[in-house]
Every structure is written in C-alpha cells, then in structure tokens.
C-alpha cells in the first residue's frame, strides 16, 4: 500500500494532484487545514475491507445520506444556542449544495421557554465555527470532486453520443450549466450530426442582439470596463462611424479617465481629425454639468478609466454614471483574449451602474469565445458590437449571431478536453440549482 500526503491553497487543487499522482483509484484516508491551505492524504491499494462499496450509485447515495445526517445534527446543535448565533448558523450552512440523492429540508426548531431571570451564556469561540465551516466546505468540495468524476465516468458509459457532444461543447468554451441547457434541448436526437447542427442552432438564439444599433438610437453612451479591454479604440470606431454617416455636427465626445498617462490627449487628437468637440471630467467634477452643453447632440460619446475594484474611484465613477440626470446607457467592453475570471470580475465590477449591453473586442486575437458567450448569455447582456481588429472604423462590426456562432467553432480547441477536466466542470454543476447532468 502506497501513502502521500498532498498539500495545496484549497481542496479542489489537492484532489487534482492526487490524480494526478497516484490516479483515480487513489482513496482519500485524511484531510485537515493547515497554513495557507489544506493537506490530504491518499493511499493507493488501500486495504478493501476499508473502502466503500464499489458499486457507483450505492456509494453514492450511502455517502450523502450520512453527510446530510451529520449536517442537520450539527445545524440542531447551532440553532439551539439562542437567537445571537441565529444569523451565523445561516451563514454557514447558506452555501451548502443541496444532495443529488435527496434535498435537504431546514428542520424547524421552536424556541424553549425562557427562564425569568437566564444565567448568562458562555460565548462562543469563533475559532469553534471557523473550524466547523472549515470542515463542511472540505467535506462538500471533497463531495463534489467525487460525484463529479461519477456523473461523468457514468454519462460515457450510458450516453456515449451525449459525452462527444459534452467533449464538443468544451472544446468552444462555454460553461458546464450552458452545456447542460444546450443538451437538454436535443435529448431527443439521436443522430449526431443533427444534434450538434442545433445545438449550434440553439446556441444563436440564445444570444441577445439590440434591435436598434446603438448609436441610431442616440443618446449619452458610456464605454466601461477594465483598462486594456480597448475602451478609447471602440469609441474611437463608433464616433468615425458616426461622423462618416451623418458628419460631426451631432456628437461629442468626453473623457473620464484622468488616470492614464496620455488618455485625455489620445482623445484630443481623435476629437481634432473628425471634428468633433472633446470634453474632459476631472474625478470630483459633476458629470451632469459637464453633460448639460452637450445635450443638443445626437450622439455623446464617453470613455471612462478602467479601475481595480477595490479602487474607490471607481465607485464614484459609477455613480456618477448611474446618476438620475444622466440616463447614460452603459456598455461594457470585454476583450475575448481574457480569461474567464477576468470577465467575470469584470462584471460584477460594472454592473453597478446597469448595463445596457456588451461590446466584444479583439475577436482577431482570440482563441476561444466560449468564454464571453457564455457570460452574455448567462447574464442576459445584448451584444451590441464587435470589433476584430486596430483599423478605424472598418474593423467595427454588427453582430450577427449564426456568425458569431460560427466563428465561435471555427477557433475551438484544437485538442479534447481531458478526462480530468471533464470532471471537474461535472463537480461545477453540483454549484448551480439543476443538478443532473446527464
């Protein structure tokens, strides 16, 4: 019998290096938290009176139906400690997926009577519910590891032909709940290529596109978004575009980015070869006052800094923008050379001060548009334009979605998705509401 003990930041990245190391047969005989992460210890021909049924949906159901029992006793035990500790036990156990065996229901607890005159209660150490919710997050993610590379090993025994399509879908990049509701939609097709033709289909549908390009419908438009996302150069393409149409007359344009070096004069020269007049904000100036000129054009342009989240000029930038008197309509600029996190930090970043929509840049460099498809479907946010490369403004473009689709396919992977890949994007699912995934 073989013995390790892995260590890693959490317990994800440890499974992973327990595949990786001693391979999927590997049995996990201990876990415990340590400085800056979590360690596990595996074996490799363990003992089998010590292991598990082998039997895949026994184990299963034997290993949830325990933990889910462990997980009542103890939230029993927490609640029955009075109202002040009410809010953390709901806390702890808020982010805990339910089981895919069976739901588990929040028992309801009626309160004793209280005594006249109660002694007072001893306190709890928090280090007692850091350690407990230390405990339950490895037990969960530990959980979902293991029913992730279930489900999937399961699926290409049972459905092959929905794995390849699985594998397929991967190799776009979207995400596992995406494919999930892509798949759902062609349960009934059996013959492949078929199949893959309308999941592509569906796929086109699902993505929102304005039904008036932005800038015919005028207004005060704002480019937001993280710096090196292509900001000045979109708005650069929308106001040539503009100005080629319909001449300099009815827009403007105004900067609010007083961060970088060489932004406001990058603008300035833009605003001298079309023509057009340029306005600069400076950080504590009202954008309504600024604005109030500019209100007789058609068209207002503006380009904003790209800040770190944590920067507070960045939450006044956005109030600023979502300020009642503006009625700006926002569009949030999104690389798709970026990698998934970034987007969706990029999000949530932004979407405080309300997205009218997305603008996808430089699409000529990407590898894959799985990733932003799936944040713009995901998050129900219109793709209002496109831009594939530096020329102004030709490399400008409306959104097609069959297109889009379609180039989404033509720059796949070229490589199948590997098995450990595969599940862990199954152990993802076990995140989201809907839970089965075959």
């Known amino acids: 019998m073989q013995v390790k003990r892995f260590f890693a930041a959490d317990m994800r990245q440890a499974m992973k290096l327990v595949r990786d190391e001693l391979g999927a047969d590997a049995a ?14 595996a074996a490799l021909d363990y003992t089998p009176s010590a292991l598990a049924p082998r039997v895949p949906n026994m184990e299963l159901e034997d290993e949830l139906r325990k933990t889910a029992s462990r997980i009542v006793s103890a939230q029993a035990e927490l609640s029955m400690r009075g109202d002040s500790d009410a809010t953390t036990n709901r806390q702890l156990f808020a982010g805990l997926p339910l089981t895919a065996a069976e739901p588990l229901v929040e028992p309801t607890f009626v309160e004793p009577p209280r005594p006249a005159a109660p002694a007072p209660a001893a306190a709890v150490d928090q280090r007692v519910f850091d350690s407990m919710r230390f ?3 490895g037990l969960r ?6 029913l992730g590379s279930l489900a999937w090993n399961q699926l290409q025994g049972s459905k092959p032909q929905q794995a390849n399509l699985w594998r397929r879908l991967q190799r776009i990049g979207l995400s596992g709940p995406l494919s999930r509701d892509l798949l759902a939609l062609t349960t009934e097709i059996d013959e492949p290529r078929q199949a893959w033709r309308m999941l592509l289909a569906h796929l086109a549908r699902m993505i929102v596109t304005p039904e008036i390009e932005p800038l015919e419908e005028g207004g005060v438009i704002a480019m937001v978004g993280p710096a090196g996302m292509g900001k000045t150069t979109t708005l650069a393409k929308l106001a040539a575009r503009y100005v080629l149409k319909y001449g300099a007359h009815n827009i403007a344009l105004v ?3 007083s961060y970088r070096i060489g932004a406001q004069e990058q603008l300035k020269t833009l605003g001298r070869i079309l023509n057009v007049p340029v306005t600069h904000v400076d950080p504590g100036q009202s954008l309504a ?15 904003t800094a790209g800040l770190q989240a944590s920067d507070p000029a960045l939450r006044m930038q956005l109030e600023s923008l979502a300020g009642r008197g503006i009625k700006s309509k926002n569009y949030l600029v999104l690389a798709t050379t970026s990698q998934k996190q970034v987007l969706t930090a990029a999000y949530h970043s932004y979407k405080r001060c309300g997205l009218a929509g997305c603008i996808l840049t430089k699409l000529d460099e990407t590898a894959s548009l799985g990733e932003v498809l799936s944040l713009a479907i995901g998050h129900a946010l219109p793709v ?5 490369g530096p020329r102004i403004p030709d490399d400008l473009h409306l959104p097609r979605r069959h297109q889009l689709v379609s180039r989404a396919v033509s720059v796949q992977m070229q490589d199948e998705p590997s098995e450990e890949a595969m599940a862990d994007m199954f152990a ?3 995140h989201s509401p809907a839970k089965r995934v075959g």
Not at 28 to 41: D, F, K, P, Q
């Open 28 to 41: 996990i005989i201990g876990n415990r938290r340590i400085a800056g992460g979590v360690e596990l210890t």
């Open 135 to 137: 405990e339950l997050n």
């Open 384 to 388: 209002a334009y496109l831009t594939d």
């Open 289 to 303: 006052n600024a604005l109030d000129p500019l209100l007789r054009k058609r068209v207002v342009l503006i380009d």
């Open 255 to 257: 900067s609010m980015d």
């Open 141 to 146: 993610e530990l959980l979902e590891v293991q």
């Open 428 to 430: 993802d699912l076990y």
